[in-house]
């Protein structure tokens, strides 16, 4: 078969197989990315690129290679929500940037978080003055969450990092 009659058909064989194996995993593979997340999509696409552009490798292959991968992810996701030490070990903890009207600016150095993006975050939700904020949390995909006036207790921010534990 000529490289450019290859490319088409595997490229839209590969396609089809990658939708398929996408919608079987479910839609954690498809959720917002953590580290982990961003190197299974890249994994993916260079799986995906390889199978259109090279000729030495077989379809089979590459179906075989986006089932590794996903399969991989999918095993991981499942164990991380039953281990924390896994859970750990793949994905960050959620910091504390902002805490009752005090910024917190050694996590902001650490996670290189300026004044600015938290502001932001604060007038996206809405909010015109900082003190109408309890908290803002950079999340482990890297959103920020911003909480307003706080009830009696945090049960939101558990697990979030600079939070004293009661």
């Not at 910024?103 to 004044?115: N, W």
Request: no cysteine; glycine share 6%.
């Amino acid at each position: 078969m000529n490289p450019v009659m290859h490319t088409i058909v595997v490229g839209i064989l590969s396609y089809l197989v990658l939708i398929i194996v996408l919608r079987l995993s479910g839609k954690r593979t498809l959720s917002k990315w953590n580290a982990f997340d961003f190197v299974t999509t890249i994994a993916l696409g260079s799986i995906l690129a390889t199978a259109l552009t090279s000729t030495q490798v077989s379809l089979a292959q590459s179906v075989t290679a986006f089932i590794v991968i996903v399969m991989l992810q999918f095993v991981i996701t499942f164990t991380s929500v039953r281990s924390r030490g896994v859970l750990k070990l793949i994905k960050s903890q959620p910091t504390l940037l902002l805490f009752k009207g005090q910024y917190r600016l050694e996590a902001m150095q650490r996670e290189r978080v300026a004044k600015a993006e938290i502001l932001a975050a604060i007038r996206e939700k809405g909010m015109a003055d900082v003190e109408q904020v309890h908290a803002v949390v950079l999340e482990t995909d890297g959103a920020f969450s911003v909480i307003g006036t706080a009830g009696d207790q945090d049960s939101a921010l558990e697990g979030v990092e600079g939070v004293s534990n009661r």
